[in-house]
């Protein structure tokens, strides 16, 4: 059984355009994350919510939205795309929040925006 | 959180133990040492953590020197699946968030 899944996994798509990228965790953690991954591979932390709350947000611009509809999913939707925004998002999941929490991370969502 | 330093890259053979190091000559005594690794394109994998005493699971076993100044994080038996990216991070009970460095590429070689 897949313990934090993310659709979808590839998402080509044009400068301008709105989409979405969904996640959802079978671990009955609280806290949930989404993290960018850049060309360099540097793995940056976006958002992080608890409880459905939104607990740290990254100085990301507010093309980002991310929502929390119950506790086991946390989806990300990016609003007029920008070519900088191509990179790999991954979703991360742990029991309680703060950075000595294992975190499990999903498989990414590589985004290209052309 | 403290800074660590790992090598940018080692190579080991298949089959023998891969001894990565890392240093955190600043780390504080609340501090733990976390180990991720990231294969492929994969997402993060967590591997082991520990405090002060030697840490062993089924993956890997984490050696902290005494001054708590460096560890080692050794695969015992490396396999080719082992060629990763391996991150080492200080962290405290306090930290909000995980921060990942550049890390090491570790290629096990057949």
């Known amino acids: 059984d897949t313990a934090v899944s993310q659709t979808p996994k590839y998402l080509v798509t044009q400068m301008g355009n709105d989409k979405s990228i969904k996640c959802e965790q079978n671990l009955g953690h609280d806290t949930m994350y989404w993290y960018k991954q850049d060309s360099k591979k540097f793995l940056k932390i976006m958002f992080s919510?608890?409880?459905?709350?939104?607990?740290i947000n990254e100085t990301v611009p507010n093309r980002f939205s991310p929502k929390s509809p119950d506790k086991a999913h946390l989806n990300l939707h990016i609003n007029s795309l920008e070519l900088g925004d191509s990179a790999v998002y991954f979703c991360?999941?742990?029991?309680?929040?703060?950075?000595?929490?294992?975190?499990?991370f999903g498989p990414g969502t590589r985004l290209l925006v052309l | 959180d403290a800074k660590t330093t790992q090598p940018p890259s080692m190579d080991c053979a298949e089959g023998r133990a891969a001894n990565l190091p890392c240093n955190h000559s600043t780390i504080s005594g609340n501090e733990y040492v976390y180990w991720y690794r990231q294969i492929h394109s994969q997402g993060p994998q967590y591997i082991i953590h520990?405090?002060?005493n030697n840490e062993t699971n089924e993956m890997a076993s984490l050696i902290i020197t005494e001054d708590r100044k460096s560890s080692t994080l050794i695969l015992p038996h490396a396999t080719l699946r082992d060629t990763a990216v391996y991150y080492c991070i200080a962290l405290s009970s306090g930290s909000e968030k995980l921060v990942f460095g550049k890390g090491m590429k570790l290629t096990v070689n057949p």
């Open positions: 520990g405090l002060k």
């Open positions: 991360a999941s742990s029991q309680d929040w703060g950075g000595t929490e294992t975190q499990y």
């Open positions: 919510y608890n409880n459905k709350e939104l607990i």
